[in-house]
Protein backbone atom coordinates (compact mmCIF):
# COMPACT_ATOMS: atom_id res chain seq x y z
CA UNK A 1 0.00 0.00 0.00
CA UNK A 2 1.11 3.26 0.03
CA UNK A 3 1.69 5.64 3.14
CA UNK A 4 2.73 9.63 2.94
CA UNK A 5 4.11 10.89 6.12
CA UNK A 6 3.69 14.85 6.59
CA UNK A 7 6.13 16.67 8.23
CA UNK A 8 7.52 20.38 9.53
CA UNK A 9 4.60 22.22 10.01
CA UNK A 10 5.09 24.35 13.38
CA UNK A 11 4.28 27.38 14.83
CA UNK A 12 5.21 30.90 13.10
CA UNK A 13 4.94 34.33 13.07
CA UNK A 14 3.87 36.60 9.77
CA UNK A 15 6.55 36.72 7.61
CA UNK A 16 8.48 33.80 8.62
CA UNK A 17 8.91 30.73 5.64
CA UNK A 18 8.68 26.79 6.43
CA UNK A 19 9.77 24.14 4.40
CA UNK A 20 7.09 20.92 4.66
CA UNK A 21 7.75 17.63 3.71
CA UNK A 22 6.03 14.82 2.31
CA UNK A 23 7.80 11.06 2.64
CA UNK A 24 6.05 8.34 0.27
CA UNK A 25 6.92 4.65 0.61
CA UNK A 26 5.89 2.54 -2.43
CA UNK A 27 7.74 2.08 -5.93
CA UNK A 28 5.17 3.94 -7.83
CA UNK A 29 5.76 7.29 -6.04
CA UNK A 30 7.77 8.65 -9.49
CA UNK A 31 4.70 8.01 -11.41
CA UNK A 32 2.29 10.55 -10.05
CA UNK A 33 1.50 13.93 -9.86
CA UNK A 34 1.47 14.61 -5.64
CA UNK A 35 -0.60 17.65 -4.30
CA UNK A 36 -0.36 19.71 -1.30
CA UNK A 37 -4.02 20.37 0.25
CA UNK A 38 -5.45 22.48 3.58
CA UNK A 39 -7.87 22.58 5.92
CA UNK A 40 -8.17 25.02 8.50
CA UNK A 41 -11.10 24.14 11.35
CA UNK A 42 -14.62 24.55 9.47
CA UNK A 43 -13.33 25.12 6.09
CA UNK A 44 -13.27 22.77 3.17
CA UNK A 45 -9.97 20.97 2.57
CA UNK A 46 -9.03 23.31 -0.40
CA UNK A 47 -6.21 22.76 -2.90
CA UNK A 48 -2.66 23.99 -2.61
CA UNK A 49 -0.39 23.27 -5.08
CA UNK A 50 0.50 20.79 -6.83
CA UNK A 51 3.03 19.00 -9.32
CA UNK A 52 3.90 16.60 -11.97
CA UNK A 53 4.93 13.32 -11.99
CA UNK A 54 8.32 14.80 -13.73
CA UNK A 55 8.45 18.15 -11.68
CA UNK A 56 8.01 19.24 -15.27
CA UNK A 57 4.89 21.11 -14.34
CA UNK A 58 3.59 23.31 -11.30
CA UNK A 59 0.09 24.71 -10.14
CA UNK A 60 -1.27 26.92 -7.72
CA UNK A 61 -4.11 28.16 -5.64
CA UNK A 62 -4.34 31.85 -5.95
CA UNK A 63 -3.90 32.50 -2.50
CA UNK A 64 -0.66 31.16 -2.72
CA UNK A 65 1.07 32.34 -5.90
CA UNK A 66 4.18 33.85 -5.14
CA UNK A 67 4.97 32.83 -1.95
CA UNK A 68 4.43 28.73 -2.17
CA UNK A 69 7.14 26.73 -4.17
CA UNK A 70 5.87 22.86 -4.48
CA UNK A 71 9.58 19.75 -5.43
CA UNK A 72 9.63 17.00 -5.32
CA UNK A 73 13.13 14.36 -5.18
CA UNK A 74 11.74 11.37 -6.46
CA UNK A 75 14.73 9.50 -5.80
CA UNK A 76 14.32 10.00 -2.11
CA UNK A 77 10.28 9.26 -2.48
CA UNK A 78 9.67 13.12 -1.16
CA UNK A 79 7.81 15.90 -1.86
CA UNK A 80 8.21 19.61 -0.84
CA UNK A 81 6.32 22.57 -0.25
CA UNK A 82 8.19 25.45 0.82
CA UNK A 83 6.40 28.56 2.53
CA UNK A 84 7.54 31.89 2.42
CA UNK A 85 5.80 35.39 3.54
CA UNK A 86 3.19 33.07 5.45
CA UNK A 87 0.10 35.25 7.09
CA UNK A 88 -2.11 34.37 9.36
CA UNK A 89 -4.47 33.21 6.73
CA UNK A 90 -2.53 30.15 5.94
CA UNK A 91 -3.25 28.90 9.43
CA UNK A 92 -4.19 25.13 8.75
CA UNK A 93 -3.45 21.65 8.83
CA UNK A 94 -1.41 20.68 5.48
CA UNK A 95 -1.95 17.14 3.70
CA UNK A 96 -0.13 15.76 0.81
CA UNK A 97 -1.86 13.43 -1.57
CA UNK A 98 -1.66 11.63 -4.60
CA UNK A 99 -3.63 11.64 -7.03
CA UNK A 100 -5.32 8.60 -8.20
CA UNK A 101 -4.76 8.63 -11.79
CA UNK A 102 -1.60 9.08 -14.08
CA UNK A 103 -1.31 10.31 -17.49
CA UNK A 104 -4.01 12.55 -16.92
CA UNK A 105 -4.60 16.46 -16.01
CA UNK A 106 -3.42 17.66 -13.20
CA UNK A 107 -6.18 17.51 -10.41
CA UNK A 108 -7.34 20.61 -8.23
CA UNK A 109 -9.84 18.73 -6.17
CA UNK A 110 -9.79 16.48 -2.93
CA UNK A 111 -11.72 13.77 -4.75
CA UNK A 112 -8.95 13.22 -7.68
CA UNK A 113 -6.31 12.05 -5.58
CA UNK A 114 -6.30 8.53 -3.80
CA UNK A 115 -3.51 8.88 -0.95
CA UNK A 116 -3.34 10.95 1.96
CA UNK A 117 -1.23 11.78 4.62
CA UNK A 118 -1.89 12.25 8.12
CA UNK A 119 -1.46 16.36 7.61
CA UNK A 120 0.91 18.62 9.40
CA UNK A 121 -0.43 21.59 11.46
CA UNK A 122 0.98 24.62 10.30
CA UNK A 123 -0.04 28.11 12.88
CA UNK A 124 0.76 31.60 11.63
CA UNK A 125 0.57 34.22 14.44
CA UNK A 126 0.18 38.25 13.20
Known amino acids: QVRLVESGGGLVQAGDSLRLSCVASGRTFSMYTMGWFRQALGNEREFVAA????????YYADSVKGRFTISRDNAKNTVYLQMNSLKPEDTAIYYC???????????????????WGQGTQVTVSS
Open 51 to 58: ITWNGGST
Open 97 to 115: ARQGLVHTIVGRTAGEYDY
